[in-house]
Every structure is written in structure tokens, then in C-alpha cells.
Nanobody, 125 residues
Framework: EVQLQESGGGTVEREGSLRLSCRAS????????IAWSRRAPGKDHEVVSV????????YYADSVKGRFTISQDNANNMVYLQMNSLEPEDTAMYYC??????????????????WGQGIQVTVSS
């Protein structure tokens, strides 16, 4: 059974940093897209970063480019999201998500069929 478990959220001050972790189980990394998506109150899901585990290719939304970094640990089936220079606008529930297949745009939330339960990130001003 595929499972995704997020950890590492919390509250941080503006311009602070956090690192989110996603533990994936039920499969071995090989050729998946694993994403970090966020949902702020009253807003739609926004996929902020994706990594293709087959070759480590990464994708970022414009809203986080240059501030967030996604990485993978194949040995431990982990994906990380290092978030720097956080702003109050980054406040949201953050979800780890998974899909297989080929996608012209991996940053589309509806591509993903497996989701973790989410973890709250709050950035205070």
C-alpha cells in the first residue's frame, strides 16, 4: 500500500527557514513524480515543487523559485523541501503527493493520485 507521511512543519518568523520531509512507503523510488503541494485557506491547491525520482529533475512554481529546494534520498525513500526566506504568503497546509506516468506539466495538482495527510506551515509577520 502506497503511503506518504509529511513531517517538519510548524511556525516560523518571516524570512525564516523550515525543512519538510516526506516519507514514502509501499514502493521503491524509480520513476515517479513526487510533489509538494500547498493549500492556503480559501485557495486552490498549488503545486510548488516536484522531483522526478528517475533522474532527479526538479520543477518549481514561480512563487517559490529561488527560495525552495526539493531533494530526494533514494536509500530511505524520502523527499525533502527546504524552504528559505519564508513569507506570510507561504502559510498553508503542505502536502506530499505522488504520481506515475509522463506529464508535460508536473505542476498540475490533478496529476497526482496519492496524497499525504498534510502538515501545517505558518509564517508570522
Amino acid at each position: 500500500e502506497v503511503q506518504l507521511q509529511e513531517s517538519g512543519g510548524g511556525t516560523v518568523e518571516r524570512e525564516g527557514s523550515l525543512r519538510l520531509s516526506c516519507r514514502a512507503s509501499g514502493f521503491a523510488f524509480g520513476s515517479e513524480y513526487i510533489a509538494w503541494s500547498r493549500r492556503a485557506p480559501g485557495k486552490d491547491h498549488e503545486v510548488v515543487s516536484v522531483i522526478y525520482t528517475g533522474d532527479g529533475t526538479t520543477y518549481y512554481a514561480d512563487s517559490v523559485k529561488g527560495r525552495f529546494t526539493i531533494s530526494q534520498d533514494n536509500a530511505n525513500n524520502m523527499v525533502y523541501l527546504q524552504m528559505n526566506s519564508l513569507e506570510p504568503e507561504d502559510t498553508a497546509m503542505y502536502y506530499c503527493a505522488l504520481t506515475w506516468g509522463e506529464w508535460s506539466n508536473p505542476l498540475v495538482p490533478t496529476n497526482y493520485g496519492y496524497w499525504g495527510q498534510g502538515i501545517q506551515v505558518t509564517v508570522s509577520s
